[in-house]
Nanobody, 113 residues
Framework: VEIVDSGGGLVQPGGSLRLTCSGSAIFFAQYTTSWYRQSPGKERELVAAITGDGEVEYADAVKGRFIISRDNRKNMVYLQMNSLKPEDTAVYFC????????WGQGTQVTVSS
């Protein structure tokens, strides 16, 4: 099983990015898939999650700005990030959890003018 997260980059405050989580030998609809982020000197924190049934949850800091979604046909999970703030700067990780848990390698998101 391999998870690959992508889509990070440098964006100005107020801008948008879409992160993508793709995988091999894993079907995301059978997992709870989450996006976490980690900034230097801080613990990794949950940003958003989507269950196999499609239920979603968000961290308070991103509610109303970020949207997590899944495309079962493409077997991908997305994190649409809008109205980005400098405090959203972090490495973002995709995580898939069922009986076992898998992590992506991380993708850097930098929000700066």
């Amino acid at each position: 099983v391999e998870i690959v997260d992508s889509g990070g980059g440098l964006v100005q405050p107020g801008g948008s990015l879409r992160l993508t989580c793709s995988g091999s030998a894993i079907f995301f609809a059978q997992y709870t898939t989450s996006w976490y982020r980690q900034s230097p000197g801080k613990e990794r924190e949950l940003v958003a999650a989507i269950t196999g049934d499609g239920e979603v949850e968000y961290a308070d800091a991103v509610k109303g700005r970020f949207i997590i979604s899944r495309d079962n046909r493409k077997n991908m999970v997305y994190l649409q990030m809008n109205s980005l703030k400098p405090e959203d700067t972090a490495v973002y990780f995709c995580n898939a959890r069922a009986i076992r848990m898998y992590w992506g390698q991380g993708t850097q998101v930098t929000v700066s003018s």
